[in-house]
């Protein structure tokens, strides 16, 4: 059976088919992304396709995700003409509704609309590609894997928001991190590079990407603490969110500065970060270069900061699982990014993190990759991320739970 | 008779201190209650020496403690900084007793000038600089606590401490790293509030929680009330509570909750930190009743056994410093009694030597 899944982020629409084999060996066998949906600029949008190795580029207009997905799926069943058995979406963030991956039916699908603004860029997204796969496969099964899900084992002490329960409850005011299928991925990938299983790791991962970033704690095959708390804004210092910051501050801002409550979102979400410090880039990557150059005065901060809250978290997280036996890297900037990497792992002897540092410069950015030194008590690891392999494999897992209950 | 006062941004203390000797008493936040205060005092010539615990001001102070001249006076009117009602308290006391009290000596204890120092990365925000420019950045506190615990801590060490973390434990916990004597980070920050959750402070909490309060019509005060005064431990006890009520409640799951929490935020703070300075040499425990969280601490302790820390419980409990630390420890473990009052009558004594 063939697997379609569909990978939204805010401006992109990834997919990938897999084929699903008798002994879950998985295939990909047709791949692609939609760029630059929405967005306007002197580029253009486009839809690149990928199939035996070979890729195609279509530039076409893209005002929108669903008009991405539909687009995509005219060229899986006119261009190539592959049968779908199964479609998956990631689902950014379930509002607490969810804890795992689920089949769309209709009482599902009213609770997906209802976590509508808790993710209110990503949520709406992912909705309206599942809308349009419903329109054009009206009979085909359809589920959703959940971002927020790995994290809905995070204990009490490290989720809770310490304001008045009824306040908490009404609002449903809790730490739902963000990144999970990701960091689903990477314990997994990491247990197989070591050889090992995920419950006899504790592991820190840092979730580095061009957008978004985040630190998770894993311990015992379960996430148990990370860097986004209720929203994304939260943690680390991230190419235009602020991440940590006094709750007060804002308060003070918008009654002393004036600012109205969604100007000072706008500040916090796109104006702030990197883009907020350095005052020229939300690219880590440019603030490396500019730094190296010593052209801009705010460079250095701005790299120092992303570097110090990353450490701090790192910290952190390693206190409360009383040691660490691996230090994982993923997405686009954590896997590509030796400079990143090398400040982190600065001054770590402490807890055992020994960097080698003529490994971390050759990492490779396509298989996991290991960087630690052959003393290092932590085995320091890079690994690509594969979103979507990680949401066919929970749509593999429900046919399977699906089959069982039949039997 | 050194007379002390610390106005706390909620209520106004003050402290009459002679031989070692303090009498304090604590009275809401007014802007007329020092008259009152120094009229009660009756002679007034026996007061060698005033001492105000200034709480905030954005006047970049090099020193922590300093003698009041009519033109540092000036300069801090200038420089009120972001709580101008908490200033406004402030001079009134100030100008109250300067003019009743002339011949005494008026000595100001600047509790954020502490972190000062703070390198960039941990003394602002990552928000556009140009709000970094204007002040908008961590001052932190209870500075004057650490450096007092950290002076005495390196007083009675027979090896150099470069590393250290220093926690105070209380109503108002938080946590400082410490290099080579000076501050480097901090667990509060542009307020008090953010950090370990306080007494009734909610300490670090996702700031999207404020726009959406905002977005169901609260208005800023209420928020700040909210936020500042109905959260922390108080919210989850459902009652008012300081940590020592939590720790002596009867047991229950609002107890276990929020020791829970509690612990977990003072032990990954301290983890946050070691990773700052890059490992440790020393844990520094401070409290006033320090005998009342020892539960607290050796739980702390016995998280940090994997950086190489074992400590005892000592022997001689009446020393206001005692050496927690195990004879195996790879890492010195500290815990020292504090009073405000003591600390700032030391402070002001030692500038008042100095001038002489």
């Given at each position: 059976m063939?697997v379609l899944?569909?990978?939204?982020g ?5 997919y990938?088919i ?6 879950k ?7 692609g ?7 306007i600029?002197?580029?253009s ?7 035996e190795?070979?890729?195609q580029?279509?530039?076409v207009?893209l005002e929108?995700?669903r008009?991405?997905?539909a687009l995509?799926i005219?060229?899986i069943r006119e261009?190539?003409?592959?049968d779908?058995g199964?479609i998956?979406?990631?689902f ?6 969810f804890n795992?991956?689920?089949f769309i039916?209709?009482k ?5 609309r209802q976590?509508r603004?808790f993710?209110p860029i ?5 909705l309206?590609?599942?809308d349009?796969s ?7 099964k ?7 899900a790995?994290?809905?084992t ?8 310490p304001?008045?329960?009824k ?9 739902y991190?963000?990144h ?9 990938q990491?247990?197989e590079?070591?050889?090992t ?9 840092c979730?580095?990407g ?5 630190v998770?704690?894993?311990?015992n095959?379960?996430s148990?603490d990370?860097?986004m708390?209720?929203?994304?804004l ?15 501050l ?9 600012y109205?409550?969604d100007e000072?979102?706008e ?7 990197l883009?907020?410090?350095?005052g020229?880039?939300?690219d880590?990557?440019d603030?490396i270069?500019i ?18 809250r ?8 390693i ?6 036996d691996?230090?994982a890297f993923?997405d ?6 030796w400079?990143?990497?090398?400040k982190?792992?600065?001054?770590m002897?402490?807890c055992?993190?020994?960097l080698d ?6 990492a490779d950015s396509?298989k996991t990759?290991r960087?630690?030194?052959?003393d ?7 690994v690509?991320p594969?979103e979507?392999?990680i949401?066919?494999?929970e749509g593999a897992?429900?046919l399977?739970t ?6 | 008779?050194i ?8 209520n106004l ?9 303090f009498?304090s008493?604590t009275?809401?936040?007014s802007t007329?209650c ?7 005092i ?7 020496a005033v001492g ?23 300069s801090?009117?200038?420089?009120t900084?972001f709580f101008p009602?908490?200033?406004?308290v402030?001079?009134?006391?100030i100008?109250?007793?300067m003019?009743?009290m002339p011949k005494?000596a008026?000595?100001l ?8 120092r703070?390198?960039p990365?941990?003394g602002t ?6 709000l ?9 506190g ?8 950290v002076?005495?801590?390196l007083?009675?060490a027979k090896s150099p401490l470069?590393k ?12 400082a790293?410490v ?8 667990s509060?920050?542009f307020?008090?509030?953010e950090?370990i959750?306080?007494?009734t ?7 999207t ?10 208005t800023?005060s209420?928020?700040t009330?909210l ?10 006890m459902g ?5 020592a009520?939590v ?14 929490i509690y612990?977990?935020q003072?032990k990954r703070y301290i983890?946050?930190?070691?990773a700052v ?16 969280y020892?539960l ?17 419980i000592?022997?001689n409990?009446?020393?206001f410093?005692?050496?927690?630390t195990?004879?195996?420890s ?7 009694k504090?009073?405000k009052w ?5 402070n002001?004594r ?7």
């Open positions: 063939n899944v569909f990978n939204c805010s401006s992109s629409l990834n990938k897999f084929q699903l084999g008798d002994n060996d998985d295939k990909v066998i047709l791949a992304k939609a760029h630059r949906i929405g967005v600029g002197t580029e949008s486009f839809i690149e396709h990928e199939f190795g070979k890729s580029k279509i530039t207009s929108n995700h008009q991405a997905a995509i005219k060229y261009e190539k003409n592959i779908i199964l998956g979406h990631r950014v963030h379930s509002g607490g509704y795992k991956s689920v039916d209709d599902s699908l009213k609770k997906l976590c603004p993710a990503h949520n709406p997204i992912s309206s590609v599942i349009e419903k329109t054009a496969f009206p009979q085909l359809q589920y959703v894997a959940f971002d927020s790995f994290h809905s995070i204990p009490p002490c490290a989720y809770t928001y304001l008045p329960e306040i908490v409850k009404k609002f449903r005011f809790r730490k991190g963000f999970g299928l990701s960091y689903l991925h990477t314990m997994h990491t247990a590079f070591l050889q299983s995920p419950e006899q790791l504790r592991i820190v991962a979730h580095l061009t957008g978004g970033s985040s998770a704690a894993i311990q095959d379960r148990i990370t860097s708390g209720f929203s994304p939260t943690g680390l210092a991230m190419s235009t969110r602020c991440g940590d910051i006094d709750p007060m804002t308060i003070y801002l918008m009654s002393v500065y004036g109205r409550a000072m979102q500040l916090l979400e796109k104006k702030s970060g883009l907020g410090i350095s020229f880039s939300s880590i990557r603030i270069n730094t190296s150059k010593g052209e801009k005065e705010q460079a250095e901060p701005a790299l120092n900061m992303y570097v110090h990353i450490k701090k978290y790192i910290g952190g997280y206190t409360i699982m009383g040691g660490l691996v230090l993923t686009d900037i954590g896997v590509s990014n400079l990143v990497r090398e982190i792992c600065d001054s002897n402490w055992g993190v020994g540092k003529e490994m971390n410069r050759r396509e990759y960087i630690n030194k052959k290092s008590k932590v085995s320091i690891l890079t690509p594969d979507e392999r949401i066919f494999l897992k429900l399977q699906l089959k069982e209950k039949s039997r | 008779m007379l002390l006062f610390d106005n706390d941004m909620s203390s003050f402290c009459r201190a002679e031989n070692s000797r009498h008493e009275r809401a936040f007329d020092c008259d009152d205060i120094v009229k009660n009756g002679d007034t010539e026996k007061i060698e105000y615990l200034l709480r905030h001001s954005t006047e970049p102070f090099e020193k922590q403690v300093v003698s009041l001249s009519p033109q540092l006076l000036g801090l009117r200038q420089n900084g009602e908490y200033s406004d402030t001079f009134k006391i100008d109250c007793c003019g009743k005494a008026h000595v204890i600047y509790d954020t000038a502490f972190f000062n703070l390198p990365e941990a925000y990552a928000v556009p600089y140009e970094s420019k204007k002040g908008i950045r961590r001052y932190g209870f500075g004057l606590f650490h450096s007092w615990a002076e005495n801590v007083a009675s470069s250290i973390i220093s926690v105070y434990i209380g109503d108002h916990t938080n946590v790293a290099k080579d004597g000076i501050a480097v980070e901090t509060m920050g307020t008090p509030v950090g959750l306080s007494s402070g909610c300490g670090d909490i996702d700031p929680i404020v726009f959406y309060l905002q977005s169901v019509g609260m800023f209420q928020i009330q936020l500042s005064c109905q959260s922390g431990l108080t919210a989850l009652r008012q509570a300081g940590l009520d720790i002596n409640a009867p047991a229950c799951t609002a107890k276990d909750a929020a020791l829970d612990s977990y003072v983890g946050s930190f070691i300075l890059g490992g440790v040499d020393a844990v520094i425990f401070l409290a006033d009743k320090p005998d009342l020892s607290v601490i050796s739980q702390i302790c016995r998280q940090l056994e994997f950086v190489g820390l074992k400590y005892n000592p022997a409990k009446e020393d410093l005692q050496d927690l195990d004879n195996a790879l890492v010195k473990v500290f815990c020292l504090c009073n003591e600390i700032m009558v030391h002001i030692r500038l008042l030597d100095k001038e002489k």
